[in-house]
């Protein structure tokens, strides 16, 4: 049985630019590791500082576990958010970040602290404030999971990290959660290199929540499609398009709904050639400006007429 641990309802929050996040409902699973993407300034950080109470929703309602967070320290200490931006007080060294975290999060564990010190090498003399970005970025990552807080949150966790700093994060991330399940919410724009951490994602659009489903269900529940322009549109005719983008008279699109034979017999027809559609692509079609194509479309159209 699934339980929820995260419950939103209506969540709308409105800054002086415009809409952050609109109508946000939702229900994330206990104890899945579920990804949250989404372009950039869809809305990402905004919700994992509501559901945190680090900020307040202007209508609408969060339940962590059951209970309303905003000043809630009972919520809050159950609850560790490993931000891209984190800030430390000017004289804080590593030791000091750490104790700091040992105090404030019931289920600590030092030895995890201190293994994934060793293996991201983060240096114990210089302030924290002096640390490169990656440095910063592996800190947090050591907080965030040595905190075995049941509900962690990472916000773009990987910034200036190298290659094999994010290959210990991912390891470590899985064999932590392996052995101690715990809900985690992790927002990436990396997804080639980390779908495979995701059972779970939420693709959040312009503040809106366009799709909320298993990984594997969403891959399933669209393909792509591929080959000469104007066989592909006759494909295409009556379908939901996520996507398309054409270079000269070949072109490719996203299309929602999984294939079905008579699909596959139709691109055989027409010589199309029909493949699934990975995490990474898919959630670029659903962040498609099809009104900015359609224009750039025209403007070439118009190029070639003149
Ligand atoms: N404090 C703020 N004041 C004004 N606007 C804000 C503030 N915080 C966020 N926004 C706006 O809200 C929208 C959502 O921002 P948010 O940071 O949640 O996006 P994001 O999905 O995390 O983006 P990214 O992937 O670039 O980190 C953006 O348009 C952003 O400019």
């Not at 709308?12 to 579920?34: E, F, K, M, P």
């Not at 049941?150 to 390891?171: C, N």
């Not at 991330?173 to 392996?178: F, G, K, N, W």
């Not at 699934?276 to 159209?301: K, N, P, R």
Request: hydrophobic letters at 40%; proline letters at 3%.
């Amino acid at each position: 049985m699934t339980t929820t641990a995260i419950q939103t309802r209506g969540l709308t929050r409105r800054y002086s630019g415009g809409i952050a996040l609109d109508d946000v409902t939702l229900d994330i699973q206990a104890n899945v590791i579920t990804g949250l993407l989404g372009r950039n300034g869809a809305g990402k950080t905004t919700l994992m500082a509501l559901i945190t109470a680090q900020d307040r929703p202007g209508s609408g309602t969060i339940r962590v576990a059951g209970h309303e967070p905003f000043e809630n320290a009972a919520a809050i200490e159950q609850m560790c958010f490993v931000r891209d931006n984190q800030r430390y007080p000017d004289d804080y060294k590593l030791k000091h970040a750490i104790r700091a975290a040992a105090v404030f999060y019931p289920n600590w564990s030092q030895e995890v602290a201190d293994r994934l010190i060793a293996r991201f090498r983060i240096p114990t003399k210089p302030v924290v404030k002096k640390f490169s970005r990656g440095q910063l970025s592996a800190l947090g990552i050591v907080l965030g999971l040595a905190s075995r807080a049941p509900i962690t949150f990472f916000d773009e966790p990987y910034l200036g990290l190298d290659a094999t700093a994010r290959g210990v994060f991912y390891d470590e991330l899985l064999h932590d959660y392996a052995e101690h399940p715990r809900t985690i919410v992790l927002s990436t724009h990396l997804i080639d290199e980390m779908d495979r951490l995701l059972e779970r994602v939420i693709i959040l659009e312009q503040g809106r929540v366009v799709q909320h489903a298993d990984v594997e269900a969403l891959r399933g529940g669209a393909h792509q499609i591929a080959g000469k322009a104007g066989a592909l549109e006759q494909y295409l005719g009556g379908r939901d398009v996520l996507s398309r983008r054409g270079l000269g008279g070949l072109a490719s699109a996203v299309v929602n709904g999984a294939p079905a034979a008579a699909d596959r017999t139709l691109a055989a027809e027409l010589g199309l050639e029909m493949s699934s559609v990975s995490l990474q692509e898919l959630v670029a079609a659903y962040g498609f400006d099809h009104a900015a194509a359609e224009a750039s479309e025209s403007v070439s159209q118009e190029r070639r007429a003149a």
